[in-house]
């Protein structure tokens, strides 16, 4: 591999609002050439996360921010193409949080990586599914909104990579299970492929609250919140007593330039006792092993599914990432960087 090239994606300029191809900059770099205990990793998968548009602000967070001319970064799927020590030999799978993504080929020295197969589950669903997504929805649905059989849980970007799996978890928990979508294909697949028992297209519904309270009519027990604004404000209208909202993500506002809209009903949170609590996917790590556990059997009855929207090479990283604010992704928003020899 010595004085062998490979592409990776750049922050060319910190976006404002919306962000757009100007923002980003396919570079060609050398290979890195891993050195005694590490190993070069080709990657085959890369993810796009809404979370990364925070970290594209200049701004102090849970996590620090992308640099400006450097290479951007992110969750990984890749074959281990050379190997100098540590736990990983050559042909091995391995799947990373974070480390490796938006580049062709990382050198890594293992700590942070899992080796994954493809046997049984598709290599990319450790990027959605089984991944950061998936835990997302199982941490923040079971510990937070502790459902119970019968109640009514209300889902945000339902068919979404998290917001999928949080709606299929709540079914197997014995939930009503209602969401919202931005188009009419999504909510069929919701309502007809996963058996959500209502879902609502909140673009075309003519009064969101209302739609919502047509279909919970018993209330909301839990409002599991992935958009903010109007959904929060709607949610917490209609939350019952001692009602539980798990506040994960508000992508309406990711790219706001203007001050935010509501809630103006947030005092509802004291009169109907109710528990409002934000979480970081990482939060829940020491769920991990129950989560695989789970997830294994689940998708092995059939019981959990999901929907992937996949662009090919590198260079479409970054239309990856801007699908995900204009909804053209539908299910986990993946980037293909080579032949998958495990699949
Ligand atoms: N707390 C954590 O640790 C954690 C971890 C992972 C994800 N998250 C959060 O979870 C949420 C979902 O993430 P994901 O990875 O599963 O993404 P996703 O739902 O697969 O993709 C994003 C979806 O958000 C919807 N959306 C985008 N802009 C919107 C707007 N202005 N109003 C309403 N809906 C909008 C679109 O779906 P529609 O077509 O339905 O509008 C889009 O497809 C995000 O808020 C994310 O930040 C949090």
Redesign the pocket.
Known sequence: MADATQREIHLKSRPEGAPGPENFELATVPIPVPGDGQILVRNVWMTV???MRGRMMDRESYIPPFQVGQVLDGGSVGEVVESRGGPFQKGDYVCGFAGGGWREYYVSDGSMLQKIDGATIPLQAYLGAVG??GL?AYG?LLRIGEPKEGETVLV????????AIVCQIAKIKGCRVVG????DA?CAWLRDEIGIDAAIN??TCGGLEAAIAKECPKGVDIYFE??G?E?LEAALNLMNQHGRLIM?????Q?NSTDVPVGPTNLILVVGKSLKMQ?????DHLDMIVDFFNDMAAWIGAGKIKWQETVLDGIENAPRAFM???????????LVRLGPDRAA
């Open positions: 996360d809404p979370y950061m997504p997302t923040g945000s970007a339902a068919s979404g990579a998290v917001g919202t979508a931005g188009s999504k909140y673009k992935n958009v604004g959904h994960c993500g508000m992508i309406s990711y934000g979480f970081i996917v990482t699908n995900l604010f204009s909804g053209e992704n539908f299910g986990k928003m």
